[in-house]
């Protein structure tokens, strides 16, 4: 079966300090895709990133970093000087062999001016 | 203007009465999702549907059903058999096949009194 966990429930950071959300998955796949998604307080999902699973090299995509660990099973996700326009809920998620995309439970940042 | 356009925002419901939530897309994608999210939780796949006239059950199917009579669109209607209705309902859709990542709407809201 596959799972993702988010134990970071809520997280908050003051403007500019950098900040870490974790995220671990279980799944007995071979080939798996992660991802990560932001929701604003609008509601809508917004996709931030897809990474397969032979690919563990980290992406930097302006303030926004991965570190994708198979060794840990870990896929988090690092903002850079954070701007209180970074305040949502982010959520983890995992595709495998049978296209069952599982999410997990977010976590809220709340950055403050 | 492409997307995934979901209606209404928010809407009320008495007990006990049938509700039809609506998801059009004209992104050309042929697969759609239903997602539920209740708070502090993930999102929990409800039903999808990989090609028109063909669709799947997701993990929390019960009082819940669906059509996909064109492409575009992918209603789901949320029955007096489902005993706990009050949720955040997401949409989204994606291109066939695995490990895709999929677009969402900006959701539907609904209160049963």
Partial sequence: AQKVTQAQ?????????????DCVYETRDTTYYLFWYKQPPSGELVFLIRRNSFDEQNEISGRYSWNFQKSTSSFNFTITASQV????????????????????????LTVKP | DGGITQSPKYLFRKEGQNVTLSCEQNLNHDA??????????????????????????????????????????????????????????????????????????????????
């Fill in chain 1, 9 to 21: 429930t809520e997280i908050s950071v003051v403007e500019k300090e950098d900040v870490t959300l």
């Fill in chain 1, 85 to 108: 326009v970074d305040s949502a809920v982010y959520f983890c998620a995992l595709s495998g062999d049978n296209n069952d995309m599982r999410f997990g439970a977010g976590t809220r």
């Fill in chain 2, 32 to 113: 759609m999702y239903w997602y539920r999210q209740d708070p502090g939780q993930g999102l929990r796949l409800i039903y999808y549907s990989q090609i028109v006239n063909d669709f799947q059950k997701g993990d929390i199917a019960e009082g819940y059903s669906v059509s996909r009579e064109k492409k575009e669109s992918f209603p789901l209607t949320v029955t007096s058999a489902q005993k706990n209705p009050t949720a955040f309902y997401l949409c989204a859709t994606g291109l066939a096949g695995d490990y895709n990542e999929q677009f969402f709407g900006p959701g539907t809201r609904l209160t049963v009194l």
